[in-house]
């Protein structure tokens, strides 16, 4: 099938590269790529956060969590490393829905109790070894596993509402792969914008992520990457304003500064801020309503704070759908 992907984020180019790997002819339309998508901001720890519902969420987080694990083994340049790390609680609970679907899970013990940032000691919560993406290298290694495995890639050229009604010729199938911008592209006003600010910081030898949402609005992680440590963070939701806010960015420095006080001398190496495209479900259906007529559309959007760690598994199922039509 001649398939049109809108969307450049992880979510879009996973989707295509499954498809050209499963013989399709695909073209990616964005409106930027790169640093100008919100995959470009995202910690890219593999961890299911603001994504419903839990069923497919962890069918598809296990289907990338396979994915991504096999990349750190056999593709260095992937960007992509598997990593252990702490989730702190407050209190002992039963363990998610996905801990079967991890490497070496278990409840934390007494020797590896931490001081979380607000000071306290943390009483409960688990370990396991996660996939981390460095979005910086791992974007560029998806757009170019794309374009030699025969697709195009057409930033600049991003689907309007206007244009809705048409498609190119030849166009069989579109996937709109669209994030935030299906609020005003599909009229999808379930879509909403949860506000993240991160810091990068530089890497003074840090190998373990740590995580504690003991407050759901400024959730406190550390992310390490080979060359950064990224550390955040907020989930402010219906904020649509994308500017740096420095009282956040000092506020997000003393959190994980106490929480991992190893980054107490780390530099800063900058700042950014992105807008997680939020909806009660994942909207991943086949509505050709979305398009123009005698093309099937998908839709493949509303991923949350769970883009990295759901893209493999959704595009398998969008890459399924498709091959049902051929």
């Given at each position: 099938m001649r398939?049109?992907?809108?969307?450049?984020g992880?979510?879009?180019?996973s989707?295509?590269?499954?498809?050209?790997q499963?013989?399709h002819?695909?073209?990616?339309?964005?409106?930027?790529?790169?640093?100008r998508?919100?995959?470009?901001v995202?910690?890219?720890?593999?961890?299911?956060?603001l994504?419903?519902?839990?069923?497919a969420?962890r069918?598809?987080?296990?289907?990338?969590?396979?994915?991504?694990?096999?990349?750190?083994a056999?593709d260095?340049?992937?960007g992509?490393?598997?990593r252990?790390?702490?989730e702190l609680?407050?209190?002992?609970?039963?363990?998610?829905?996905?801990?079967?679907?991890?490497?070496?899970?278990?409840?934390?013990v007494s020797?590896?109790?931490r001081r979380?940032?607000?000071?306290?000691?943390?009483?409960?919560?688990?370990?396991?070894e996660?996939?981390?993406?460095?979005?910086?290298?791992?974007?560029p290694?998806?757009t170019?596993q794309v374009?030699t495995?025969?697709?195009?890639?057409?930033?600049?050229?991003?689907?309007?509402?206007?244009?809705?009604?048409?498609?190119r010729?030849?166009t069989?199938?579109?996937?709109?792969?669209?994030?935030?911008g299906?609020?005003?592209?599909?009229?999808d006003?379930?879509v909403?914008?949860v506000?993240?600010?991160?810091?990068?910081?530089s890497?003074?030898?840090?190998?373990t992520w740590?995580?504690?949402?003991?407050?759901?609005?400024?959730?406190?992680y550390?992310?390490?990457?080979?060359?950064v440590?990224?550390?955040?963070?907020?989930?402010?939701?219906?904020?649509?304003?994308?500017?740096?806010?420095?009282?956040?960015?000092h506020?997000i420095l003393?959190?994980?500064?106490?929480?991992?006080p190893?980054?107490?001398?780390?530099?800063?190496?900058g700042?950014?801020v992105?807008?997680?495209?939020?909806?009660?479900?994942?909207?991943?259906a086949?509505d050709?309503?979305?398009?123009?007529?005698?093309?099937a559309t998908i839709?493949?959007?509303?991923?949350?704070?769970a883009?990295?760690?759901?893209?493999?598994?959704?595009?398998?199922?969008?890459?399924?759908?498709?091959?049902?039509?051929?």
């Amino acid at each position: 099938m001649r398939v049109e992907v809108v969307g450049a984020g992880v979510i879009g180019l996973s989707t295509a590269l499954r498809l050209l790997q499963r013989g399709h002819e695909v073209t990616v339309r964005a409106a930027g790529t790169g640093e100008r998508t919100t995959s470009s901001v995202a910690a890219a720890l593999w961890y299911p956060y603001l994504a419903a519902p839990a069923d497919a969420t962890r069918r598809w987080g296990a289907v990338t969590y396979e994915v991504l694990t096999s990349l750190a083994a056999s593709d260095p340049s992937a960007g992509v490393d598997l990593r252990r790390g702490f989730e702190l609680l407050d209190s002992s609970t039963d363990p998610p829905g996905w801990a079967d679907d991890v490497r070496g899970f278990r409840a934390i013990v007494s020797a590896d109790r931490r001081r979380r940032g607000d000071g306290r000691a943390a009483l409960a919560g688990w370990t396991f070894e996660a996939p981390v993406a460095d979005m910086a290298v791992y974007l560029p290694w998806l757009t170019s596993q794309v374009v030699t495995a025969g697709g195009r890639v057409d930033p600049d050229d991003v689907l309007t509402p206007a244009d809705l009604g048409s498609a190119r010729v030849g166009t069989q199938v579109r996937v709109l792969c669209t994030g935030l911008g299906s609020r005003d592209l599909l009229a999808d006003t379930d879509v909403v914008p949860v506000r993240g600010q991160v810091v990068l910081l530089s890497q003074v030898g840090l190998s373990t992520w740590v995580l504690d949402e003991a407050d759901p609005q400024r959730p406190t992680y550390v992310v390490p990457r080979r060359d950064v440590v990224v550390c955040g963070g907020t989930a402010l939701p219906d904020r649509w304003d994308d500017g740096v806010d420095d009282e956040t960015t000092h506020d997000i420095l003393a959190r994980c500064r106490a929480l991992v006080p190893g980054l107490a001398a780390a530099p800063v190496l900058g700042v950014r801020v992105g807008l997680r495209p939020v909806r009660p479900r994942v909207y991943l259906a086949r509505d050709d309503s979305l398009g123009p007529d005698g093309v099937a559309t998908i839709g493949c959007y509303g991923h949350g704070g769970a883009g990295v760690t759901l893209s493999w598994g959704c595009a398998e199922d969008v890459a399924t759908m498709v091959d049902e039509l051929s």
